[in-house]
């Protein structure tokens, strides 16, 4: 298993930045496929980025593209979601997951992926 931390959300008006960051660790912390998901409150978790093992391979959902960025320190083990040109529809609570069985492109379903943290919110106000 894949123990994740999130840290870096907050509130921040629109237009702003924040960076989020994913520590791993644990037997299986290298490696893996790791996604950030967000869930705003009445709604159901959503995909927002992913990004293969070795960091080459990344997938954004639509509504961030061009906006967010996702990578990875593989000597640090942890993996960056860099967001910009925030706005209030992206209010929410974000997590970082781990999907050991990788594959390419990596998968946006939350339903592949195994280990999750506990969420960073991040406020987004207009």
């Known amino acids: 298993h894949v123990r994740l931390v999130e840290s870096g959300g907050g509130s921040v008006q629109a237009g702003g930045s924040l960076r989020l960051s994913c520590a791993a660790s644990?037997?299986?912390?290298?490696?893996?496929?790791a996604g950030w998901f967000r869930q705003a409150p009445g709604q159901e978790r959503e995909a927002v980025a992913s990004?293969?093992?070795?960091?080459?391979?990344?997938r954004y959902v639509d509504s961030v593209k061009g906006r967010f960025t996702i990578s990875r320190d593989i000597d640090k083990s942890t993996i960056y979601l860099q967001m910009n040109n925030l706005k209030s529809g992206d209010t929410a609570m974000y997590y970082c997951a781990a999907h050991t069985m990788c594959q390419v492109p990596p998968s946006l379903s939350p339903f592949d992926y195994r280990d999750w943290g506990q969420g960073t919110q991040v406020t987004v106000s207009s």
């Open positions: 990004i293969s093992g070795s960091g080459i391979h990344v």
């Open positions: 644990g037997d299986d912390s290298t490696g893996f496929c």
